[in-house]
């Protein structure tokens, strides 16, 4: 992420930490907290945030572009405006119904891997606008050096503290 903006503009970055992810009796949910921050010279106005949790598959790229290409029609939060060098937090719970989850059969178990998508259309003085988009693959952390485990869908409801977010290509 960069910290430097270009001059006489806003610049929103954030930083993801997923506090929990797996499933309950209906949805798949990851919970998070969000960190955006202008890095950029002038405030921010009118910040509007979608976050959306999808499953991988084989149309995600395509998905996740569609969704950062469209406007935010139902912003998660009240728009809102940030300083230039003002970070905000924003915590909560990402969610999507288990029956409409893209599934892996994988050794007999159905398993599913879930990316957040966190998207920000904002303005600054003198009528510009800018957007910052990220995706991120959300996974059990099975430790130094492991890689990301996905979770099953098959089993009890469970949602594991235990979770990491790697950033995902697809980004606007």
Do not use: C
């Not at 921050?37 to 405030?43: E, L, P, S, T």
């Amino acid at each position: 992420m960069p910290d430097a903006a270009p001059a006489d503009r806003a610049s929103i970055v954030f930083e993801l930490t997923p506090k929990r992810a797996g499933t309950n009796l209906l949805s798949a949910a990851v919970e998070y907290l969000i960190v955006l921050r202008n890095a950029g010279d002038v405030a921010a106005t009118g910040v509007r945030l979608d976050i959306r949790l999808l499953s991988a598959g084989a149309q995600q790229d395509a998905v996740i572009e569609a969704l950062f290409a469209a406007p935010i029609a139902q912003p998660i939060t009240t728009p809102f405006d940030l300083p230039a060098g003002v970070s905000v937090e924003l915590g909560g719970m990402a969610m999507h119904p288990k029956a409409t989850l893209e599934v892996m059969d994988v050794g007999g178990k159905a398993l599913f891997v879930p990316v957040l998508t966190i998207n920000a259309h904002y303005a600054w003085a003198r009528g510009g606008s800018g957007q910052t988009a990220r995706s991120y693959v959300i996974g059990i952390d099975r430790g130094a050096g492991g890689k990301l485990a996905p979770f099953r869908i098959d089993s009890a409801a469970r949602m594991y503290d235990t979770v990491s977010a790697i950033e995902y290509t697809v980004s606007a």
